[in-house]
Structure formats: structure tokens, C-alpha cells
């Protein structure tokens, strides 16, 4: 009979060696996958708050969502579900839902005296962020998607000096190459060399960035800055015909991507780090 042979330690040193090869191998090409079908993810639901965008503007009369920092409450009639406003690339905290009541004095930041905000509303914001006169966490979801707030508000789609006053859609003479939503940057994502000097020189984000593109006083570096490039150097954006597509993020330094954010202000050829008008 003869006798039974086992492995010997070269064989199984070679079989575990092959083995981490090919985990070497493998494990980045998972992990690229699974990045690729949360931009999927992510794309499926910019797609959804374009359409609701288009819905809410038809049904007033041309108007978009005027509210800043709580725009997504006005559209939850048209989507009836909260995880339409997270991206799942996104490292910001998914939001929770917080309950406000009449006495709790929560009106909308950008609607103050305004209507009470009553109902059950989702907020990944810091216990200690208020809105005005609100006694609990204000109702804000940062570091996810962020609409643009100066093409909608602000400079709208010919003036070249701030109004703050919400612009009608029915004005612009094109809504297919003009971006409403893009996606903010979140705590912890690194920041691009070319748009360092808008955080501070730092090269991670401190914190998750507001859900509106529209830094204050702004210029082309901040809102550079602003907009995140979480999927493969490049970000989902809603465009005011509805469609909705990825786009690298060098793009938005191009005419086509200045245009796209601002219009009028793309018109004037200010320097990136000029503050505009």
C-alpha cells in the first residue's frame, strides 16, 4: 500500500501566495464595482429629483424651489420617499427623522417670519444647528446634493449682479446645458489641488458643505470647491430639461461647465479666485 503524501510547506506557501495575488487583484476591481453601482444609485436618484424639480416648477408657474437650506421638503410631495435625497457614495451621515410640532417655532431659514414647518422631516445636520427661532435641529441634509442656487435665485439666467430674488424658468433660452442640482462635497473627501485655496489650503474636507451651491461671496474657485467629485473624479448633475448625467469635474472649468453653473456670470470672464459682482 502506498503510503499517503500531504502538502509540503513549499506547495502550500505557493498556493497562499497565488491566493493573495489574486485577492491583490481582485478586492480593486470589487471595490470599483461597488463604487460604480452606487453612482449608479446615486445617478437613479438625481434623475428623480429632476423630474420632481420639473413637476413642482410646472406647478408654479415656471418657478423652482425657492427654500436654500431645506429644499428638499417642498419636493417630498413629489417623491414620497426620504433616501431619494442621499447619495450612497456620499461619506456624510444619512439623515435621520426628527419631529416638529407647531410649538417647536421651526420655520423654513429662508422663509422666516414663514409658514411653521409641522410633520416629520430628515436632517443629518448637528444637534447644535438652528433655524431661526427653531428649538430643535434645524431640517437640513449637507453633504449630499446641492441645488444651484445662483442660476435659480441669485444671478439667475441674465443678470450680472445679485438679486436674491427666485428667477422664472420661463426666461431662460435653454434649460438642457444649465445645471439645478449637483452634489456637495462631505466631510473627509480630499480636496483638489486646483481648488485648495478656496478651503484654506487643506486637502480634506473639514465638514459636509451646504445643500446649495452659492458659497456667499462667491467665486468660480469656491463653487469649484463646493461641488464634490466622489464618483471617479467626476460628479452626477441634473440639468434643467430633467436628464441627468455624470460629468467630470475638470468640465465645470471649461466655458461650457462655467455656463452651465451661472450664465450671466460666465458671460463677464472673471479670474477664478475674482469675487463676482
Known sequence: MAPKRGFTLIELLVVIAIIAILAAILFPVFAQARAKARQSACLSNMRQLGTAMRMYAQDYDEHHVFMWWEWHIPLYPYIKNWDIFVCPQSAAPRPRLVEYRAEDGCRANDDAPGTLLVGTFPTNAPDDIRARGCSKVAPRIYG???????????????????????????????????????????????????????????????????????????????????????????????????????????????????????????????PDDQNWP
Open 144 to 270: 449630499h446634493y446641492a441645488k444651484n442656487e445662483e442660476l435659480i435665485a441669485n444671478y439667475g439666467y441674465y443678470r450680472t449682479t445679485y438679486s436674491g430674488y427666485e428667477h422664472n424658468e420661463a426666461g431662460w433660452d435653454t434649460t438642457a446645458d444649465v445645471i439645478i442640482i449637483a452634489e456637495s462635497r462631505a466631510r473627509g473627501e480630499p480636496v483638489p489641488e486646483r481648488v485648495r485655496a478656496a478651503f484654506g489650503g487643506i486637502t480634506t474636507v473639514p465638514y459636509d458643505l451646504a445643500p446649495y451651491i452659492e458659497p456667499g461671496r462667491t467665486n468660480w474657485n469656491e463653487v469649484f470647491a463646493m461641488i464634490s467629485d466622489r464618483h471617479n473624479g467626476g460628479f452626477n448633475a441634473v440639468f434643467g430639461d430633467c436628464h441627468a448625467k455624470w460629468v467630470k469635474h475638470e468640465w465645470l472649468y471649461t466655458p461650457q461647465g462655467r455656463f452651465a453653473i451661472s450664465p450671466p456670470i460666465s458671460r463677464l470672464n472673471l
